[in-house]
């Protein structure tokens, strides 16, 4: 294959305000104009049309994913000494929001879709053990079919971080709606982003959604009375009036992504030197959205540079790093899947902004370096 001038970046982040400039101007012009900033009605309509959006009863618009994360931990009841399981194949975001509540992340290996294995699960749990941290990464969700089982046989809480997966669903349930609570960030890249720091935490469960409410906003109860402590951790009016108009054409933007993951599996399942996502239609228990493409392959590290060279870019998730292997904090877990698929795995480009030619030229790439036709 010739390099040609072809480029296909990552991530187009000016690409997200570019199509549709106006109609972002005009809803950012109603709220200004309005004086409408903080915890006010665009705040509530998006709260609201992500609650039916998801089918679930409770939706509070927060500042980012990881303060979600903070707050749905401490709004289950999980508490300082309390261990927490949670995959070491996630964001330093996940482990760190368990340690600043004076929990202790205990980690845990995933499988070769990516999630959180159960088994590692299982064998983690110890009398200290108070919740699991499932993360649906990549858009995928776990089966939280067994992990309920073990959370019902240790009587543990399900705290999900779902920053990776709305609109993903297990047996027609969507992702963050499992557990006693759920969060979701809407961090630009994600797959509803706005244009800045965003998130949400969701809950069926009255009693947290009332602590939810409070920790958001310094402790206070709907009459303003401060009736615990809290934080300062708001989604802007501006933000929430963005989302709520993205989350209108939030179907289409899902539908896209599995299409590019369909075209990637169909010009790359043959190839033995690859491990691919399951394929949108692989397993009727999962609806998959594809917030990453996150694929293994022998020699990685060389068909990485030859993307490279091809002007194809392409990422390893968390600089390379899952979360054991991050000295500085010390954890003594190896989760050996974990530890071998570092080795392996990087990310493909996936974002709605993908021509079929740019994937196509993507899977053009990896078979000249594996020498093959596809
Ligand atoms: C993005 C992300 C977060 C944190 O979200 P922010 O909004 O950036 O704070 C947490 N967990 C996972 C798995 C993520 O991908």
Redesign the pocket.
């Known amino acids: 294959m010739k390099t040609s001038q072809r480029r296909v970046p990552f991530f187009n982040y000016p690409a997200l305000f570019e199509k549709h400039e106006e109609e972002y101007l005009s809803i950012l012009r109603g709220v200004m104009r309005r004086g409408a900033y903080i915890l006010q009605k665009d705040l509530r309509e998006f709260e609201e049309s992500l609650a039916r959006y998801l089918g679930v009863k409770h939706v509070f618009g927060v500042a ?4 979600a ?1 903070t707050i749905a931990l401490l709004a289950s009841g999980v508490q300082r000494g309390d261990e927490v399981i949670v995959p070491s194949h ?2 330093i ?2 482990p760190a929001a368990i340690h600043w509540i004076g929990a202790v992340p205990v980690l845990a290996d995933c499988l070769p879709d990516k999630m959180i294995d159960p088994r590692s699960v299982e064998a983690l749990v110890t009398a200290k053990t108070r919740a699991i941290m499932p ?1 649906q ?1 990549n858009g995928r969700t776990a089966d939280m079919d067994a992990l309920q089982a073990i959370a019902d046989k240790h009587k543990l809480l399900l705290v999900e ?1 779902a ?2 997966a709305l609109g993903s669903r297990f047996k027609d349930r969507f992702a963050g709606t499992f557990g006693a609570a759920g969060t979701f ?3 630009p890249a ?1 797959l509803l982003g706005c244009f800045g ?3 949400a935490v969701v809950t069926n469960d009255d009693r947290v959604a009332a602590r939810i409410f409070m920790l958001r906003d310094h402790g206070r109860d709907p009459e303003g009375i401060v009736r615990q402590w809290g934080m300062n951790s708001r989604l802007d009016n501006v933000q929430a009036a963005l989302l709520t108009h993205k989350l209108k054409s939030f179907e289409p933007e899902i539908q896209r992504r599995r299409a590019i993951a369909s075209l990637y599996h169909e010009r790359l399942h043959g190839l033995s030197q690859l491990l691919l996502p399951p394929s949108p239609t692989a397993d009727p228990s999962h609806f998959d959205v594809y917030q990453n493409y996150e694929i293994e392959a022998d020699r990685r590290d060389g068909l990485r540079a030859h993307l490279d060279r091809c002007g194809v870019s392409t990422i390893i998730q968390w600089s390379g790093q899952p979360v054991h292997q991050l000295e500085a904090l010390g954890f003594r877990e190896r989760p050996p899947y974990t530890e071998a698929m570092f080795k392996r795995c990087f990310l493909l480009p996936m974002n709605t902004t993908l021509s079929d030619d740019d994937v196509s030229y993507v899977c053009d790439g990896i078979h000249a370096y594996y020498g093959t036709h596809g």
Do not use: E, M, P, R
């Not at 980012?64 to 303060?67: E, V």
């Open positions: 980012d994913g990881s303060n994360l996630t964001f975001a996940s993360v990464l971080d920053a990776q960030s809407f961090y994600k720091d965003g998130g």
